[in-house]
């Protein structure tokens, strides 16, 4: 039996897959979400073979909850109402995808695939071309938000809400006006994904929001530092000075 999982915000639609579902008697539909906090939860628990996964849901979407899965993951048949330019990346590095409405015809072809790619055991190479998609997506377009964990619970904080980024080894860490989080980034990933308009490299380990900087100082030995709105203040390197002069102005 194919154990498989709905995820999907509207009703009507995850009423629709299960209806193209009722004649398969292979597969055993072993529960139903309705958010994506609910479905990473149940990804996590039930270890579904295959995720029927819609990609556009409020708060956390189908590419966050499988960016904040860990160890192996399920076949995902996505979901999707998303134009043909975002389907580009689909069609490179997707195991399959569905089309809003979604057709019968066109579902159990999907179904058909991720029955091959079970029987092949080929669930790897799917995770890894999954993660090649997510990557790929998120290197289209300036990131405007970060998936972080805290206290055991999946976070969504807005890029705009990071007063600054500074590097932890592999990881970087967000300073936001509520604490501090870690995401598994290295800062060159960071600096190719940032929106340049917001974000601005000041340091080799320290990124500052520009909406952020309340004024720049010297400091001793003819040193930088950038202020900070609310309190607190970062090093400004020689290397880097160029560039904030570009965007705040000359610094006497």
């Not at 190719?192 to 340091?203: G, K, M, V, Y």
Request: charged share 25%; hydrophobic share 45%; aromatic share 6%.
């Amino acid at each position: 039996m194919i154990s498989l999982l709905i995820v999907d915000d509207e009703p009507l639609a995850r009423a629709g897959l299960r209806d193209f579902l009722a004649d398969q008697r292979d597969v055993e539909v072993v529960g139903e979400c309705q958010d994506g906090p609910e479905a990473l939860e149940a990804i996590q628990r039930l270890h579904p073979d295959v995720v029927l996964l819609d990609v556009q849901m409020p708060g956390l979407g189908g590419f966050d909850v499988l960016a904040a899965l860990e160890g192996e993951l399920p076949l995902v048949i996505f979901v999707t109402a998303w134009d043909n330019y975002a389907l580009q990346a689909f069609e490179v590095h997707a195991v399959d995808y569905l089309l809003k409405p979604v057709e019968r015809a066109r579902f159990h072809q999907a179904l058909d695939q991720a029955r091959r790619q079970l029987h092949r055991r080929e669930t790897t190479d799917a995770g890894t071309r999954i993660a090649a998609l997510l990557d790929a997506l998120e290197r289209s377009g300036s990131r405007r938000r970060f998936l972080v964990k805290s206290a055991g619970r999946i976070r969504l904080i807005r890029a705009d809400q990071v007063r600054w980024i500074e590097a932890a080894g592999n990881y970087a860490r967000l300073h936001t006006q509520d604490g501090r989080h870690s995401v598994r980034q290295t800062m060159q990933e960071l600096e190719a994904q940032l929106d340049p308009s917001q974000f601005l490299r000041i340091h080799r380990s320290y990124f500052v929001n520009l909406d952020a900087v309340s004024e720049i100082q010297h400091w001793v030995k003819g040193d930088l530092v950038v202020l900070l709105k609310g309190g607190g203040s970062l090093p400004l390197s020689r290397a880097y000075r160029s560039r904030l002069e570009e965007r705040l102005g000359r610094l006497g």
